[in-house]
T-cell receptor, first 111, second 116 residues
Framework: SQTIHQWPATLVQPVGSPLSLECTVE??????LYWYRQAAGRGLQLLFY??????ISSEVPQNLSASRPQDRQFILSSKKLLLSDSGFYLC??????????FGPGTRLLVL | AQSVTQLDSHVSVSEGTPVLLRCNYS??????LFWYVQHPNKGLQLLLK??????LVKGINGFEAEFKKSETSFHLTKPSAHMSDAAEYFC??????????????FGSGTQLTVLP
């Protein structure tokens, strides 16, 4: 069966510091991968998606970036965090345009 | 363009009574619709999905939803609430991107409280 992992589970970072969140999927090949952010009391916002290695589509312009160095690995990064980057970050995978399945999430607090 | 509106930000029911979580959508195309549930500090779990087959969709944990095109609605129901149903529920509409991925648009969520 397929599983999706995210780490770290929780992260507290100072403003201006870099960020790297990792997402990996097991049990499937060539998945579509997605990064979402959930701000407090709000729904999810799609940040990036990827349909293959090295292929990244950005939905929202901001100081975040994403990379897909391997088939089942998706990384969310920032060079300098802002206070507004705080939130709950969720990674998801799907088989092509099928249903999306979410990871456990990373809670980021920028101070 | 697509959007989804969850009509209630909070719903409270007593254990054993029916649950109704309302959702209206807007989509330029024949939509795919989903309901996800999120328990505190957890990721999202897919409850059910509608993808142009039967209009009454059955999901996990006794939930079901009915797609009504004339009303542009996709309300989530359950005949009898259980304490473990307390969570936040998201209605989602989706469309295909040019890259063969599915872009999900989430509603703002409905917090369900189940009273003993």
């Amino acid at each position: 069966s397929q599983t999706i992992h995210q780490w770290p589970a929780t992260l507290v970072q100072p403003v201006g510091s870099p960020l790297s969140l990792e997402c990996t999927v097991e049990g499937t090949s060539n998945p579509n991968l997605y990064w979402y952010r959930q701000a407090a009391g709000r729904g999810l916002q799609l940040l990036f998606y990827s349909v293959g290695i090295g292929q990244i589509s950005s939905e929202v312009p901001q100081n975040l970036s994403a990379s897909r160095p391997q088939d089942r690995q998706f990384i969310l990064s920032s060079k300098k965090l802002l206070l507004s980057d705080s939130g709950f970050y969720l990674c998801a995978w799907s088989v092509r345009a099928g249903s999306q399945y979410f990871g456990p999430g990373t809670r980021l607090l920028v101070l | 363009a697509q959007s989804v509106t969850q009509l209630d930000s909070h719903v409270s029911v007593s254990e054993g009574t029916p649950v109704l979580l309302r959702c209206n959508y807007s989509s330029s195309y024949s939509p795919s619709l989903f309901w996800y549930v999120q328990h505190p500090n957890k990721g999202l779990q897919l409850l059910l999905k509608y993808t142009s087959a039967a209009t009454l969709v059955k999901g996990i944990n006794g939930f079901e939803a009915e797609f009504k095109k004339s009303e542009t609605s996709f309300h989530l129901t359950k005949p009898s609430a259980h304490m473990s149903d307390a969570a936040e529920y998201f209605c989602v509409v989706s469309s295909l991107t040019s890259g063969s991925a599915r872009q999900l648009t989430f509603g703002s969520g409905t917090q369900l409280t189940v009273l003993p």
